[in-house]
């Protein structure tokens, strides 16, 4: 795990802002066995009861959360679309490529044209193709060897690095996590300027942590 980050599906859930039985269902068959079964194979097996995915398992569902919400494209023709484009761009994670984000429309084209899905060549031929995903993918950053994605400025002063703090969100450049960060401003009578003289940072990076533990630390609570 180290260096890979390391998320329990709650914390996916949160961060992407999807609802949390959607995203066990991805990594884990329901129990009911409805549905065609998981998408994404997590990159950690699991221990017991307990389950983890990594970075790249995150961007994989960030970006398949777009497309499901954003352009009702079905789980098959994800699934599909992710199966064709790991062959295509030979990586484990398609979905975390950077090629989606320079040349998405050409690399999905392709993906229609081999399955044979006229629905997804409809939402790609749309002049709106890709703008709320690039909305996403705007605050990814990719490894220029990998070509994979790298951190992801999830918020105003926030980063996710999964080199820092297992992938944690961040104060950027701080590697203190949002969560103490806002946990001490609560616990100090919401005195930001003693929370940052306490930690060596500005007053901002306290905003922006609490800011952010206020829109994603709770949502979609498992």
């Not at 749309?126 to 993918?137: A, D, G, S």
């Not at 951190?151 to 297992?166: E, F, H, Q």
């Not at 203190?176 to 500005?202: F, K």
């Amino acid at each position: 795990m180290l260096g890979k980050g390391a998320y329990i599906l709650a914390e996916v859930s949160r961060l992407t802002q999807l609802h949390p039985l959607r995203v066990r269902s991805w990594f884990k068959q329901r129990p009911d066995g409805v549905g065609y079964g998981p998408i994404f194979d997590s990159d950690y097996k699991s221990i017991g009861s307990d389950f983890a995915v990594s970075f790249l398992d995150l961007i994989d569902v960030l970006v398949a959360g777009q497309f499901r919400d954003h352009y009702n494209v079905s789980m098959r023709v994800v699934r599909a679309a992710y199966s064709v484009l790991k062959e295509e761009l030979d990586v484990e994670h398609p979905f975390c490529h950077s090629d989606l984000y320079t040349d998405g429309k050409r690399i999905f084209q392709l993906a229609a044209t081999k399955l044979g899905d006229e629905k997804l060549s409809d939402v790609i031929s749309r002049q709106q193709f890709f703008v709320h995903i690039k909305e996403k993918l705007d605050h990814i950053e990719y490894n220029e060897l990998t070509r994979l994605a790298d951190k992801w400025r999830i918020a105003n002063g926030v980063l996710l690095d999964p080199k820092v703090s297992m992938g944690k969100p961040t104060v950027i450049e701080t590697g203190l996590t949002t969560y103490v960060v806002a946990n001490q401003y609560r616990a100090n009578a919401e005195n930001a300027a003693l929370v940052a003289d306490l930690y060596g940072i500005s007053e901002t990076d306290v905003a922006n942590a609490v800011d952010f533990e206020k829109q994603y630390g709770n949502r979609h609570a498992a």
